[in-house]
Structures are given as C-alpha cells and as structure tokens.
C-alpha cells in the first residue's frame, strides 16, 4: 500500500542515503569511533552543496607526501581520460599509464617515504580496500591491502610523479563520497509488473539527466540480466539531451520499436522513478520518434501515473508482527500472541515461518517424525507440504505470494503453490556460481521483497546475488559477491528490511546486529549495549528490526528522524524461544 506519490519528495530518499553514506565514511576512515550504545543518526543539518572542484590540483609548494595522497584523489575524476589526474604525472608517466577498468577504493591511506634527494623520492602509498567501481558504476565491496610504489622527481612545477602508474584507477574513500553520488536506476521484472533497482555510483555534484538515461537505455548491470526484462527500451536510443525546464523534463527517444502499450508504459516508469528518486521531478514529456510514446499522454506524466509500478511505495498501513510462540503461528494482537487461524495456530511444532507481504499466504518448517516438513498454504487456512528433508531453514516470499524459497539440506529450492489445486511443487536452484565466491555449506537464504535478489549465509559469511531464470523458466544463482569480507564474527542469518537493505545477525557480543544496503557501501554496526548474545534469529520491517537473544524477541526502531537509542522487548508473549515473523521478511 502506498501514499499518494504526487506528495512525495526525493528529500527522504537523500536523507536517508546521507545517513548511510556519513556513517560509512565514518567506520572507513577511522577518524570517529562510532559508539556501541547508541546507532548511526541521520545528518539533519548536512549541507548538500559541494566544492566547485571535487578534487584537489597540483601546487608547487607541495611536499611528496601530500602530492601522492593529493593525486589518489584526483584520481576520482574520471572525466576527459582522468585529465585531473595527470596534472600530477610527467608527459612519459601519463603516456604510459592505462587508466582504463576499475577504480579501487581505500582506506586508512598511508604514505611512507622509501628514498628522498633534493629532486627524487621513492615512496610508498598503502592503504586497505574498501570496495572497487566497476566502469558501469556498480560498487562493490573488497578487503585486503593494498600497496602502490610511486617514484617522484621535482622540476620547476613542484613534484611530479615519473614511475608507472598501476593500471585502473585508485582513490579514497573520503574522496570517494565527496566526488560521486549514488543513483538507482529502475529496470522491469520478467512479469513487467514491478521495477528492479540497480544501484549505481556517478561522478559529479548532481546527477546529469541524460546521463541517467542513457544508462537505462545501456541496461541494467551484468548480474540483472537473468533477472529483468528491458521491453521496450530494448535498442531505443535519445535523440538529443533531456532538457530541464521549470517544470517539465522533456525526453525525446528514438528507435522505439515495441508497440505495446504495457511495454511503453513500463518504460516510461523506468524513466520517470530513476528521474523521480535522483531528484529531477516535475512534468515528463516522453517522445518516441517526435510521437508521444503512449498516445493519451501528450500532455506529459506524473508519477501518479506510473505509481502502481512505484519501486519503493511508503507503507501507510504496517502488518502486524507475527511470532512463533511455544511452537504455534501467533499475531500480536493488543501486546499479546493470539494463535492465527487454521493449523498453524494450533500446531506445537513450528520451528520457522514466513509470511507472504500481502498476508494472502503462508509457510511453516514443522519437525515430524524425525525430519523437516515445509507446509504451504492460505494465511489462516489449511496447509500443504512441499518438501521434506533432515534439515530446511527458515522460508521466504519473494514478490509472488504463491512462490517462495527455502533452503533444503542446503540445497537452495524453490516451491510453488497452485491455489486452486490446494497442491504444491518444489525443485531446486541451481547455485554452482556461490561456490566460486564463497565455497562452504550454505546455512540461511532470504529472498528480496521484490524477489529478484538473494542473501545467504555461506560458511558464516555473507553473500548476495541474484535469482535468474533462463528461457525455459529454470532458475540459477548468479552475479554472487561478498556482503562484508572484513566483518567480524560468524553471520549466523540474514534478513530483507527492503529490497535494498539488509540486516545480519553475528556471533560476539560487541556487534552482533549489521546493516548492509546493495549500494556497495561498507555494513554499519547497530546499537548493541543492551542486547544479551548470542543473537539467533533476525527479521525486518522497514522501520524496525528484530532479533532473538537469551531474553527473547528485542526490537529497535530504525526511523529516520529518531531512530531507537536501544533495544526493547517486543511484548510478554515475547520471552525466550520466541521468533518474530514479519509478513514480507
């Protein structure tokens, strides 16, 4: 359920982005310990203007050790061959250097002098990943260190480097968030009934309108393509810039050769929600080939217009939380667990469960005779099995309420419920591409809300990719990567609060609660002081995360205005062996 979108400002999208990326910086650079008692906040008060120049420029009172940290950072600017960049190199360094590929991120950047003359140096800039831009602009996180050797000469100018220059490109983090912005781009699902983002990291101030479509026109990232559809932006092209003008965006696309309403509609909400969430909002006029792209939108669009294919609508009206409580489904219902309807009411034996978002459906992992069984079925009414076996994990929805996905002695599977059969069928997920990532045995998975993305526990390490489907409907896990290669401690489970952010249970007692976003940037650590480890089970809502420790369920707001300060007990039906269940989780 969504509010009305012609009130909705990208103001609340960017605080929270703010927040999330000020925290990150924080834990990346180590300047500001971040307290355990109390959660990253919001930066109210942060002035979004940046400095005219994003990065610095050669001087000659600069000494070595400030002309290498100062030409990482120019390194950002990757704009005109990173021109920026070779200010600080002699003519043969920069015919020599490849600039081409990636662009390596990092942290706690060092700088240790090796040899020193009047005009010469040889020196060494250290540091530690923290994550690599691919040249797409996807972000993704990295570990391990890092060491650049660079040899200096001094001429009339000041210093300048002379010795190759690694391929690709090197900046810090600090310099990282100064210099690019993060954008979602939105992309149709294989059903074009609902958008996919694809988080993707630009260079400069603001976003440039027409760089943001034609990066939808490009599509999506590498991993996503078993996972969307591009319909009708599939070889279409601009004609010439977006022009902003007051209150109206005009678009004018070319090639446009799908001729289907439904397919052009999605493709005008591709535009108008990545132009929407980057800030750029007004009228759209989309044209295809000087034509209007849908006949009866001549006038232009609103996001009204498209908001039944809104990626991220706000919630006005939450479901109620759900526990397992002595082994049966219950609701809470006025701070106390009333059984739900139907069986898993009255059942004794619930070790797990999963509710779909629109509370239409239902799935239950029981212990019988020894084994795993995994029912299915109607929210309140009779259930099904789909599969057994010697051990299955907790189960999730994905955006359809008759499908869902749940690990089966570690083997991924996915099940399907026909409702007017009362029947249910499941198969398994090819995973061979986690093994590449991480090799183990893979203990938790938790689809996405918008049921395109996976999260996995693998050998107590965090993994996400995606969930593609070939042509003949069979699905895969592909486009996998580390979550957090250089967190402490054992993930133990993993949650969805939105299609974008996750939360993860681990072992320890000093951090045991992380968040993390598919954005790339680093997990931050969760306000801890007051839970009683270990931690067990973890859920989400989009405003509240919950997790199982020795007291029982504990909840804390993560609002955007006044997040929680520390954790709660979630009711007194909530002590000891209870697990919070949250439809859409």
Same mark, same amino acid.
């Given at each position: 359920?969504?509010?009305?979108?012609?009130?909705?400002?990208?103001?609340?999208?960017?605080?929270?982005?703010?927040?999330?990326?000020?925290?990150?910086?924080?834990?990346?650079?180590?300047?500001?310990?971040?307290?355990?008692?109390?959660?990253?906040?919001?930066?109210?008060?942060?002035?979004?203007?940046?400095?005219?120049?994003?990065?610095?420029?050669?001087?000659?009172?600069?000494?070595?050790?400030?002309?290498?940290?100062?030409?990482?950072?120019?390194?950002?600017?990757?704009?005109?061959?990173?021109?920026?960049?070779?200010?600080?190199?002699?003519?043969?360094?920069?015919?020599?250097?490849?600039?081409?590929?990636?662009?390596?991120?990092?942290?706690?950047?060092?700088?240790?002098?090796?040899?020193?003359?009047?005009?010469?140096?040889?020196?060494?800039?250290?540091?530690?990943?923290?994550?690599?831009?691919?040249?797409?602009?996807?972000?993704?996180?990295?570990?391990?260190?890092?060491?650049?050797?660079?040899?200096?000469?001094?001429?009339?100018?000041?210093?300048?480097?002379?010795?190759?220059?690694?391929?690709?490109?090197?900046?810090?983090?600090?310099?990282?968030?100064?210099?690019?912005?993060?954008?979602?781009?939105?992309?149709?699902?294989?059903?074009?009934?609902?958008?996919?983002?694809?988080?993707?990291?630009?260079?400069?101030?603001?976003?440039?309108?027409?760089?943001?479509?034609?990066?939808?026109?490009?599509?999506?990232?590498?991993?996503?393509?078993?996972?969307?559809?591009?319909?009708?932006?599939?070889?279409?092209?601009?004609?010439?810039?977006?022009?902003?003008?007051?209150?109206?965006?005009?678009?004018?696309?070319?090639?446009?050769?799908?001729?289907?309403?439904?397919?052009?509609?999605?493709?005008?909400?591709?535009?108008?929600?990545?132009?929407?969430?980057?800030?750029?909002?007004?009228?759209?006029?989309?044209?295809?080939?000087?034509?209007?792209?849908?006949?009866?939108?001549?006038?232009?669009?609103?996001?009204?217009?498209?908001?039944?294919?809104?990626?991220?609508?706000?919630?006005?009206?939450?479901?109620?939380?759900?526990?397992?409580?002595?082994?049966?489904?219950?609701?809470?219902?006025?701070?106390?667990?009333?059984?739900?309807?139907?069986?898993?009411?009255?059942?004794?034996?619930?070790?797990?469960?999963?509710?779909?978002?629109?509370?239409?459906?239902?799935?239950?992992?029981?212990?019988?005779?020894?084994?795993? $069984? %995994?029912?299915? #079925?109607?929210?309140?009414?009779?259930?099904?099995?789909?599969? =057994?076996? @010697? !051990?299955? *994990?907790? +189960?999730?929805?994905?955006?359809?309420?008759?499908?869902?996905? $749940? %690990?089966?002695? #570690?083997?991924?599977?996915?099940?399907?419920?026909?409702?007017? =059969?009362? @029947? !249910?069928? *499941?198969? +398994?997920?090819?995973?061979?591409?986690?093994?590449?990532?991480?090799?183990?045995?893979?203990?938790?998975?938790?689809?996405?809300?918008?049921?395109?993305?996976?999260?996995?526990?693998?050998?107590?390490?965090?993994?996400?990719?995606?969930?593609?489907?070939?042509?003949?409907?069979?699905?895969?896990?592909?486009?996998?990567?580390?979550?957090?290669?250089?967190?402490?401690?054992?993930?133990?489970?993993?949650?969805?609060?939105?299609?974008?952010?996750?939360?993860?249970?681990?072992?320890?007692?000093?951090?045991?609660?992380?968040?993390?976003?598919?954005?790339?940037?680093?997990?931050?650590?969760?306000?801890?002081?007051?839970?009683?480890?270990?931690?067990?089970?973890?859920?989400?809502?989009?405003?509240?995360?919950?997790?199982?420790?020795?007291?029982?369920?504990?909840?804390?707001?993560?609002?955007?205005?006044?997040?929680?300060?520390?954790?709660?007990?979630?009711?007194?039906?909530?002590?000891?062996?209870?697990?919070?269940?949250?439809?859409?989780?």
């Amino acid at each position: 359920m969504s509010g009305n979108p012609m009130n909705r400002s990208p103001l609340k999208r960017v605080t929270t982005l703010l927040a999330l990326l000020m925290c990150a910086a924080l834990v990346l650079t180590g300047c500001v310990d971040i307290p355990q008692s109390s959660p990253p906040q919001p930066i109210q008060s942060f002035d979004r203007k940046r400095p005219t120049n994003i990065v610095p420029t050669p001087r000659k009172s600069d000494d070595p050790e400030t002309t290498a940290r100062n030409f990482l950072k120019a390194m950002a600017d990757p704009t005109a061959g990173h021109r920026s960049a070779r200010k600080f190199l002699t003519p043969g360094a920069s015919q020599r250097w490849d600039d081409q590929g990636s662009m390596r991120v990092l942290q706690d950047v060092g700088v240790v002098i090796d040899e020193r003359t009047a005009t010469a140096v040889r020196l060494r800039v250290t540091g530690t990943r923290m994550a690599v831009l691919g040249p797409n602009g996807t972000l993704r996180p990295d570990s391990g260190s890092e060491t650049i050797p660079l040899s200096m000469v001094r001429d009339k100018g000041g210093w300048k480097v002379n010795g190759d220059v690694p391929s690709g490109s090197i900046t810090d983090a600090s310099q990282f968030l100064i210099a690019y912005r993060q954008v979602d781009l939105f992309f149709p699902d294989r059903t074009m009934t609902r958008l996919v983002g694809d988080p993707h990291w630009l260079y400069g101030t603001e976003p440039n309108p027409t760089t943001l479509v034609n990066r939808i026109l490009a599509g999506p990232s590498a991993e996503l393509t078993g996972a969307i559809s591009q319909g009708a932006a599939r070889g279409a092209s601009l004609l010439g810039a977006v022009i902003v003008a007051r209150d109206t965006v005009t678009i004018p696309l070319g090639n446009v050769t799908a001729t289907d309403q439904k397919d052009r509609t999605a493709l005008a909400a591709q535009l108008i929600w990545t132009l929407d969430y980057a800030g750029i909002t007004g009228t759209y006029r989309i044209t295809a080939d000087g034509a209007p792209l849908v006949a009866d939108r001549a006038d232009g669009w609103r996001t009204a217009d498209v908001s039944s294919l809104e990626p991220d609508p706000e919630t006005t009206n939450a479901h109620p939380v759900h526990l397992i409580h002595n082994g049966s489904l219950t609701r809470l219902t006025g701070n106390r667990a009333v059984p739900v309807e139907g069986e898993l009411g009255a059942a004794k034996d619930i070790v797990a469960a999963a509710i779909s978002a629109d509370t239409t459906k239902s799935a239950a992992i029981v212990k019988r005779a020894g084994r795993d $069984v %995994l029912l299915v #079925g109607p929210y309140g009414g009779r259930q099904v099995e789909a599969v =057994t076996g @010697t !051990a299955i *994990s907790s +189960p999730s929805f994905g955006a359809d309420s008759n499908t869902g996905y $749940v %690990l089966v002695d #570690g083997r991924p599977t996915r099940w399907d419920f026909d409702p007017e =059969t009362m @029947t !249910a069928r *499941s198969g +398994p997920i090819d995973a061979a591409a986690i093994a590449s990532v991480q090799p183990g045995p893979i203990t938790q998975m938790r689809v996405s809300p918008d049921g395109v993305r996976v999260a996995l526990v693998v050998d107590g390490r965090t993994v996400v990719g995606v969930i593609s489907v070939n042509d003949v409907g069979a699905p895969s896990l592909s486009g996998a990567y580390q979550l957090a290669p250089d967190a402490q401690g054992v993930a133990v489970d993993i949650t969805w609060s939105t299609p974008k952010i996750l939360y993860a249970a681990r072992t320890g007692t000093e951090v045991p609660v992380w968040r993390a976003t598919i954005a790339g940037t680093p997990p931050i650590p969760m306000v801890s002081g007051n839970l009683k480890p270990p931690v067990q089970d973890i859920a989400a809502s989009d405003s509240t995360v919950y997790v199982s420790d020795t007291r029982g369920v504990q909840q804390l707001g993560t609002g955007e205005v006044r997040p929680d300060q520390y954790w709660t007990i979630l009711g007194p039906d909530a002590g000891p062996g209870s697990i919070a269940v949250i439809p859409g989780s």
